[in-house]
Nanobody, 121 residues
Framework: VQLQASGGGLVQAGGSLRLFCAAS????????MGWFRQALGKEREFVAT????????YYADSVKGRFTISRDNAKNTVYLQMNSLKPEDTAVHYC???????????????WGKGTLVTVSS
């Protein structure tokens, strides 16, 4: 599975962005998908994951109520809608695919290049 994330950019605090992750391969619908982020000088952290069917989703406490992960298996795409953005959301955001959706990155086996989200105060 090859993954390509896009949609990042510069936004003011309180604004919104929608990230996209396009996946190649015919088996996209069999993979759990996730979004993770890494701020400058910090370790990569879990943001949100979604099961292969979309029936189960998981969120980091820091983004609950503000971010929504979704997927369209017909389009081989996973989305991250980010609302009420805060300066602390500034990071490179990565999408990933794997066999298990959960509140960590250990179920993810494939990673794409990230897209930078910058939130100004």
């Amino acid at each position: 599975v090859q993954l390509q994330a896009s949609g990042g950019g510069l936004v003011q605090a309180g604004g919104s962005l929608r990230l996209f992750c396009a996946a190649s391969g015919r088996t996209f619908s069999s993979y759990a998908m996730g979004w993770f982020r890494q701020a400058l000088g910090k370790e990569r952290e879990f943001v949100a994951t979604i099961s292969w069917s979309g029936a189960s989703t998981y969120y980091a406490d820091s983004v609950k109520g503000r971010f929504t992960i979704s997927r369209d298996n017909a389009k081989n795409t996973v989305y991250l809608q980010m609302n009420s953005l805060k300066p602390e959301d500034t990071a490179v955001h990565y999408c990933a695919a794997g066999l298990r959706a959960g509140e960590d990155m250990y179920g993810m086996d494939y990673w794409g290049k990230g897209t930078l989200v910058t939130v100004s105060s």
